[in-house]
């Protein structure tokens, strides 16, 4: 049954796409979330029978996708803990997102409902298609679907050509990613003579140092692109251009996901790479603390999440290059829940405010939208690290494991998850505390959404809640990391080449209590600042303007990159293109027409030059039968 788990999703995809002008919305709906339903439960079966320890890692082979003299790819899946935990948020979290899609996206036409759901159907059927896959060739295919699914998704509404203009960024960005892993990928074939990860895995001793150093980079370059890390970062911020639950779905359960998948997957390549894990760590980092800074001076709902979606991608790749490879995928988890929630929070309140995303136009929103509120509260309550939600749980495994590695890494860490609190009480206070700043036609339009939006919320909630309980550190609970132990296979190899580095519990207990001190000084100091706040005119002056406006970088890529590569393709559109191709071809054409021009007066009815002509041409065949 496992190959019904993408393909179900995929005829969702078949069914809305071709027929979107004969399927009605509710059908459209039931056809889209139920395919991600039916591939929740048979992952759940999956997954229920990799944890009753009766069944290995397995692969499925259906056909040869390259079969070549040298070289062989098989259309493979492998089914194991890893894909099976990822199958699971993929899918659950992607269902919720679905169901909230039908109340959030009623008021479009028929046939752009059943687009819409065409799309979001194709881009879970890609990300499946990336996690079940054998080898690095299968994997590249999902990984470019979701590119692709990224772009429709974030250019929906293409009538705006700012939804364009950020669709085309995104897709842009992540093919300069893409070309780093295909180039890792060709390297290992050239190397090995498989892209399979078993293959792979097994023969990693024929790699030499700067082999292995060299893939592993390229192959981070890829994840830098999907997963956002600095410098291909800017484009996800500006991913909000599409519909709200896109915007969950790309940011908690699809695309940017993708890229701590590969090095999780990849661990034992990783390593075997100390540099390249050294290099993943510090630029995990950099990005998890350049985010948050944007992210504390924000004002629209959205952009506010999607910096924090970038911050909390950096500290997954924090674990990753410090060899925590079960935080990374903890914090993928607990992060899908939060921030799934979030986000589709977030766009409950731009419903109930008739589209306003500027939180300094909101305010007193507890009182209209209780459920909102609430579930919003327990979320921001989880990503701020707070014990006892999920966050607390994933985010102090990956700082305890930074410190182990290297104290100033964790120092650095802390300070990010402090400025998250912050941020994220910011946000909350200013939406959900104090008086309504709106206008008085949004206050008369307030109230708590539908159900369809609501009940997502909720589960999400629980999730967030109780999600963390899967991986109750040893110092809590001795044994009680279910997630670790569920997940040892897969990083077997990996632990067996890592020196351990096992902290006390003392200490553990010490880094707990300073990092979520910490961070509730920053939650408390936030929510008194903010819970009042009143609306001024008052214009952001230095750093607070530096924040604001992003640190710049999207006005430093535009001098140094964006304008030289347009005024280089406009030279070439003008040089090369109309006067050099265009030139050629037109002339050509000219040339043709002026001989055809001048041949027609031959043709002018004097018998006399007709003889003549017969003449020179008699003269002309002897002349050349005579040289030849």
């Keep these: 049954m496992v190959w019904l788990i993408p393909v179900l999703p995929l005829l969702g995809f078949l069914i809305n796409g071709l027929g979107r002008k004969q399927v009605s919305k509710t059908m459209a709906g039931v056809i889209g979330s139920g395919t991600v339903l039916a591939s929740f439960v048979i992952s759940l079966l999956v ?32 089914i194991d803990q890893l894909s099976s935990v990822f199958l699971l948020i993929i899918t659950g979290v992607g269902f919720l997102i679905h169901v909230y899609s039908t109340a959030y996206m009623h008021d479009e036409e028929p046939k752009d409902f059943a687009k ?57 960005m992540n093919r300069i990613g893409d070309l780093g892993f295909l180039l890792a990928v060709f390297w290992l074939i050239s190397k090995i003579g498989s892209a399979d990860y078993h293959t792979v895995f097994a023969n990693v001793s024929k790699l030499s140092v700067t082999d292995i150093t060299g893939i592993t980079m390229l192959l981070f370059v890829g994840a830098m692109g999907k997963s956002a890390q600095i410098p291909l970062y800017t484009w996800l911020p500006d991913a909000m251009a599409g519909p709200t639950p896109v915007s969950a779905l790309i940011h908690a359960a699809t695309m940017v996901t993708a890229g701590i998948y590969m090095i999780a997957r990849s661990n034992i390549l990783y390593t075997m790479a100390p540099v390249t894990q050294t290099v993943v760590a510090i630029v995990g980092l950099a990005t998890a603390i350049l985010a948050a800074t944007i992210a504390l001076k924000q004002n629209d709902i959205k952009k506010v999440l999607a910096y924090s979606t970038v911050s909390q991608l950096g500290y997954m790749f924090l674990a990753l290059g410090v060899g925590a490879y079960v935080g990374a995928v903890f914090h993928v988890m607990t992060h899908a829940f939060f921030k799934a929630l979030l986000f589709l929070g977030a766009g409950s309140v731009i419903h109930a405010m008739s ?31 707070m014990p006892p939600f999920s966050g607390f749980f994933s985010k102090d495994e990956i700082l305890a494991a930074a410190f182990a ?66 991986g109750i550190p040893e110092v809590f609970m001795h044994g009680g990391h ?55 005119e008052k214009e952001e002056a230095g750093l607070g303007k530096v924040l604001a406006n992003k640190w710049y970088v999207d006005e430093l890529y535009d001098t140094i990159i964006v304008k030289p590569v347009l005024s280089i393709a406009k030279y070439f559109s003008n040089i090369f293109e109309r006067k050099g191709v ?36 008699i003269l002309l065949f002897f002349i050349i039968q005579l040289f030849l």
């Design 405 to 470: 590695k290297n104290p100033v890494l964790w120092g650095v860490g802390v300070a990010g998850a402090v400025m998250t609190a912050f941020y994220m009480f910011r946000l909350y206070a200013m939406a959900f505390l104090g008086q309504f700043r709106g206008t008085h036609e949004q206050q008369h339009h307030l109230q708590e959404s539908p159900k369809a939006i609501t009940i997502p919320l909720i589960i999400l909630a629980i999730l967030s809640v109780v999600g963390g309980f899967i």
């Design 47 to 78: 997954f229920m029978q990799l944890n009753g320890g009766n069944v290995p890692k397995v692969a499925f082979h259906y056909f040869d996708f390259i079969n070549a003299t040298a070289l062989k790819i098989g259309f493979d899946f492998q």
């Design 582 to 617: 265009d030139g050629f071809v037109n002339g050509i054409g000219k040339a043709v027409n002026y001989g055809s021009r001048q041949i027609r007066l031959l043709q002018s009815g004097q018998v006399g030059a007709y003889v003549l002509m017969m003449v020179l041409g």
């Design 482 to 536: 279910k997630l670790e132990a569920f997940l040892t296979p897969v990083f077997a190899q990996s632990n067996a080449l890592t020196e351990a580095h096992h902290l006390s519990h003392s200490t553990e207990y010490m880094l707990m209590g300073i990092s979520v001190a910490a961070a509730l000084a920053a939650l408390v100091f936030a929510w008194s600042k903010f819970s009042k706040y009143q609306k001024t």
């Design 116 to 172: 819409y759901f065409a799309y979001l159907n194709l881009f879970v059927f890609s990300m499946l298609l990336l996690v079940m896959g054998a080898n690095y060739v299968i994997m590249f295919i999902g990984w470019e679907g979701v590119g692709l699914c990224s772009y429709l998704l974030i250019g929906f509404w293409f009538k705006n050509t700012n939804y364009n203009m950020a669709a085309k960024k995104a897709f842009i």
């Design 355 to 385: 589209g306003e995303q500027d939180i300094r136009n909101m305010g007193g929103l507890k009182k209209y939208m209780s459920i909102t509120h609430i579930t919003f509260l327990l979320a921001c309550l989880a990503i701020a690290g």
